[in-house]
């Protein structure tokens, strides 16, 4: 099932999307569930998938101005470095352990709205990206068992602000500009992807593909990641782990390509969807 948080006139909500439309789970399933992250919590995304599937759609994507999947995380760790090719570009040595930064979840847009190029650079990156949202929280939670921990998968654009990357060791402050974190269109459940590692990831500017592989190049798979993450932080519902982008960023190319204003980023995974962004000025909001 694919599930979709959104705005309908001026109160925020969410739903699941069938054949024809979008029916509403803002309350449906208990009253004070009114958002996708609280749905997850309350262990009841099975139960919504039965309910959206015996209903007609009541809602078209025109009535709804999406946001995204999970505008509230109470955590987004996003990891670096996690595909041979991206590393290989970087020319960064093999890490035993997965390089990690956090981003902010008011830096997070929605399918369909621009991604913001900021006043003080022009050096704005794409990174297409497989986003794990998690569904049963834990600490110290065991490899072989992470995956019972997935609620679903996205897509994710982890847009980077280069130059502010590299003002000391730390990424953060180029990984968590506003407007740069596009997260959606929307999220599959992990009972309906199955195997995540079969998919392929591509993004495309301009319709040109720009980065090309499979989830199965992740050189620390999800269950490796969730494992570690959840060994120095707990894991709680709705909270997000941007797996990391593969090689062919703009950056890394000879000459390197930024995005501008007028560009078009789509990044496809398979089963989760087309996530489709434009690029524009912070001048011009």
Known sequence: MKFISFIRLGKTGMGALVDGGIVDLTGRIRPEIDSLKALIAADLLTEAADYAKARAPELTPGDVTLLPVIPDAGKILCVGLNYETHRAETKRPDAKYPTMFTRYADSQIAHGAPMIRPAVSDRLDYEGE?????????????????????AGFACYNDGTIRDWQRHTHQFSPGKTFPGTGAFGPFMVSADAVGDYRQLPIRTRLNGDVVQDATLADLIFPVPRLIAYISTYTPLSAGDVIVTGTPGGVGDRRDPPVYLKPGDVVEVEIGLLGTLVNPVMDESGL
Do not use: K, Q, Y
Not at 130 to 150: D, F, K, T, Y
């Open 130 to 150: 497989m986003a794990v949202i998690i569904g049963r929280g834990g600490r110290n939670i065991a490899e072989e068992n992470a995956l019972s921990h997935v």
